[in-house]
């Protein structure tokens, strides 16, 4: 099948697309991007990807970065609200003894069976099973997570035993962007 080159203007740049000869005029059309659409936006469109309206609406939830540049969530634990910071170098859900606590995860001397490496050095952890993780419409059980000993962990951490669950987590323009 011969194709040819159709080249499209972008507010942005070029985009270039190759579409087969036999396409209509209403092919075409649709694979420019529309007037006061953004890249990303178009991007999307062409790959048929819904992009949510608002923050926690549709498929995606943002988090925009805070002055250091982290992403702190608020997500509820089996009910209960624990502020968290997103961290993609965490192998596992990582919760204070204090939040744990809060949560009513009952952890005693003997359950930290399980050494961690750690940012400040190797700990002994308590393994944990969340029941249910939920942020904004996104909706993860039976998570696996380790508590850690009092004052060994000052924030929780949303690792990865979480964000591998999702489909899928990036960060564009200065937001963390989670989807279901």
Same mark, same amino acid.
């Given at each position: 099948?011969?194709?040819?080159?159709?080249?499209?203007?972008?507010?942005?740049?070029?985009?270039?697309? *190759?579409?087969?000869?036999?396409?209509?005029?209403?092919?075409?059309?649709?694979?420019?991007?529309?007037?006061?659409?953004?890249?990303?936006?178009?991007?999307?469109?062409?790959?048929?990807?819904?992009?949510?309206?608002? $923050?926690?609406?549709?498929?995606?939830?943002?988090?925009?970065?805070?002055?250091?540049?982290?992403?702190?969530?608020?997500?509820?634990?089996?009910?209960?609200?624990?502020? +968290?910071?997103?961290?993609?170098?965490?192998?596992?859900?990582?919760?204070?003894?204090?939040?744990?606590?809060?949560?009513?995860?009952? *952890?005693?001397?003997?359950?930290?069976?399980?050494?961690?490496?750690?940012? $400040?050095?190797?700990?002994?952890?308590?393994?944990?099973?969340?029941?249910?993780?939920?942020?904004?419409?996104?909706?993860?059980? $039976?998570?696996?997570?380790?508590?850690?000993?009092?004052?060994?962990?000052?924030?929780?951490?949303?690792? +990865?035993?979480?964000?591998?669950?999702?489909?899928?987590?990036?960060?564009?323009?200065?937001?963390?962007?989670?989807?279901?």
């Amino acid at each position: 099948m011969k194709s040819k080159v159709v080249f499209h203007g972008a507010v942005i740049g070029i985009a270039f697309t *190759v579409l087969p000869i036999a396409a209509s005029g209403s092919e075409i059309s649709a694979m420019r991007p529309f007037i006061g659409e953004t890249t990303r936006e178009f991007e999307a469109r062409k790959r048929g990807i819904a992009l949510d309206k608002e $923050n926690g609406s549709g498929d995606a939830f943002r988090v925009p970065a805070d002055s250091s540049g982290h992403f702190f969530v608020e997500p509820l634990l089996d009910g209960e609200r624990v502020r +968290m910071l997103v961290d993609t170098g965490a192998s596992l859900v990582a919760l204070s003894h204090e939040d744990a606590e809060r949560m009513s995860l009952s *952890v005693s001397t003997r359950d930290f069976t399980r050494q961690v490496a750690t940012a $400040n050095g190797v700990v002994e952890a308590a393994p944990v099973q969340i029941a249910e993780i939920q942020l904004a419409g996104i909706t993860v059980r $039976n998570v696996e997570a380790l508590v850690l000993p009092p004052g060994r962990l000052k924030t929780s951490l949303l690792g +990865m035993t979480f964000l591998k669950r999702l489909s899928a987590f990036e960060i564009f323009e200065g937001q963390l962007v989670l989807r279901q």
